[in-house]
């Protein structure tokens, strides 16, 4: 499977900003979909949001639509996430995930066989 590693997190302000970016290695496949998940202290994992492997389609939880936006650069095999106007409930370990293909459900942790360690985010004052 492809080894993924994300990176950016740490303590922003509510309101603020963070960038988190997550580099992949070894894939094998050509077609896939790369995947943001959150998971906060006594919560489930859920999805972030979703990009394909041509950056062209794009998915978003409906609480951070507007607010986040997730990218490719294929030159670094690297997708990003730019997260906006962060609010108290955005903080957790996002993790970075990977599916080949286009999931038949792609917000479902099960989808994904590819998983980082996580990074963590926090919002706090």
């Known amino acids: 499977q492809v080894q993924l590693v994300e990176s950016g997190g740490g303590l922003v302000q509510p309101g603020g900003s963070l960038r988190l970016s997550c580099a992949a290695s070894g894939r094998t496949t050509i077609y896939y979909t790369m995947s943001w998940f959150r998971q906060a202290p006594g919560k489930e994992r859920e999805f972030v949001a979703a990009i394909d492997w041509g950056g062209r389609t794009t998915n978003y939880a409906d609480s951070v639509k507007g607010r986040f936006t997730i990218a490719r650069d294929n030159a670094r095999d690297t997708v990003h996430l730019q997260m906006n106007s962060l609010k108290p409930e955005d903080p957790g370990v996002y993790y970075c995930?990977?599916?080949?293909?286009?999931?038949?459900?792609?917000?479902?942790?099960?989808?994904?066989?590819?998983w980082g360690q996580g990074t963590q985010v926090t919002v706090s004052s």
């Open positions: 995930a990977e599916a080949g293909g286009v999931p038949k459900t792609p917000t479902r942790t099960e989808s994904y066989p590819s």
